[in-house]
Each structure stands twice: as structure tokens, then as C-alpha cells.
């Protein structure tokens, strides 16, 4: 039996096979792997050989409304990034995704350094060490904005994507996950 996926589903699993859980994805590359995931569901009627790129670009808004779930963020001029629950659909869709290719873009060597120096700078933060010695609940919502390095000058789209990317890049961490997920839920409140 095969498993259906809508095509708001398919762009999202793309973003994510892009590495967008952690950068904006072009709306192009977007495109092509979509093709690749779901072949000739993006193309011309009159140019089977090639992807209509509006169709695309369609199916990336759609997939940033409530009601198809919220799966992403961005626009066709910056580019896309999951949300925490894009990510979420897309881990589990992978699963039951029948292609051959599924491995995720490689990380450039700038993102394997950013990596290892937030995941550093969340582990040394006052508000997670405060979380291991005196509990979750003693932490206070300053310190929480600490964590993610968010002040009263950061706008509320980066606001929202510096949580989105924290949580996507370290909520499945052994050692920070469970604090970045509450975290995010005290912050968002």
C-alpha cells in the first residue's frame, strides 16, 4: 500500500531534506527535490520536462497556514524553514516516505561550527545551569531569553525564528533537548 503525501506535504519534506531545520531554503532547490520526492507532480502540462516553479511556490504558502498545519516559515524572497511542527511532520512522514535518496543535505563546515558553539554557549547559560541545580521552574523568563539570545531589540520574526532553530537543532539533544522543549513552551506563553 502506498502512502499518499498532499503536495503542501511534499515541499515540507523537501525543505527538510534540504537542511531546513536550521537555514532558510531557496525556493528553487525546494523545487527540484520536490520533483525528486514526487516526480512530474510539479511540472507543466505543456512542458512535462519542466518544474512549474509557481505551482511550487503555492504549495510553500499553503504549507505555512494554520489549517495545513504550520509546517513552515519564510517567503519566496528570504526562503523556507520548518517549524517545530514541520519538523515533527517531517521526521515522521520520512519514514514512510518511499525514495531511494533520503539522506539529509550535509552540514557546510560553518554550520558544524555554529552547532558546536550555541549547543557550547546553551550548555555554559546561567538559565540551564540553574535548570540542573535548582529545577526547571526556578529558572526566570530573563534568563530563558538569555538562552535563546533574544532582548527587547530582536524583532518578533527573529524572535520566532531564533526559537524555531533552537528548538529544531537542539530539541532532540541527549543533554539539552528536554530543556529546550520547556523552555520553548514558558517562552511562548
Not at 1 to 14: D, G, W
Not at 37 to 52: C, E, L, S, T
Request: glycine fraction near 6%; charge should be positive; hydrophobic fraction near 40%.
Amino acid at each position: 500500500m502506498k502512502i499518499e503525501f498532499s503536495n503542501h506535504q511534499i515541499v515540507t519534506l523537501a525543505v527538510y531534506l534540504l537542511g531546513g531545520n536550521s537555514r532558510y531554503v531557496d525556493t528553487e532547490d525546494i523545487a527540484i527535490k520536490a520533483n525528486e520526492i514526487a516526480p512530474k507532480r510539479f511540472v507543466w502540462k505543456k512542458y512535462p520536462d519542466q518544474i512549474n516553479i509557481e505551482n511550487v511556490r503555492t504549495f510553500l504558502s499553503d504549507a505555512k497556514k494554520e489549517k495545513n498545519g504550520a509546517f513552515l516559515m519564510g517567503s519566496g524572497k528570504k526562503g523556507w524553514i520548518l517549524t517545530g511542527r514541520g519538523i515533527q511532520f517531517a521526521k515522521r512522514a520520512r519514514e514512510r516516505l518511499d525514495i531511494v535518496d533520503l539522506t539529509r543535505a550535509r552540514l557546510t563546515n560553518s554550520d558544524k561550527q555554529w552547532l558546536h558553539r550555541e549547543r557550547t554557549r546553551m550548555l555554559s547559560s546561567t538559565a540551564y545551569k540553574k535548570s540542573q541545580t535548582s529545577g526547571i521552574n526556578s529558572v526566570m523568563l530573563e534568563e530563558i531569553k538569555a538562552f535563546f539570545r533574544i532582548d527587547d531589540y530582536v524583532s518578533d520574526r527573529a524572535r520566532k525564528l531564533k526559537i524555531t532553530r533552537a528548538l529544531n537543532m537542539f530539541g532532540d539533544d541527549p543533554e539539552l533537548g528536554e530543556v529546550v522543549r520547556i523552555f520553548v513552551s514558558k517562552i511562548e506563553e
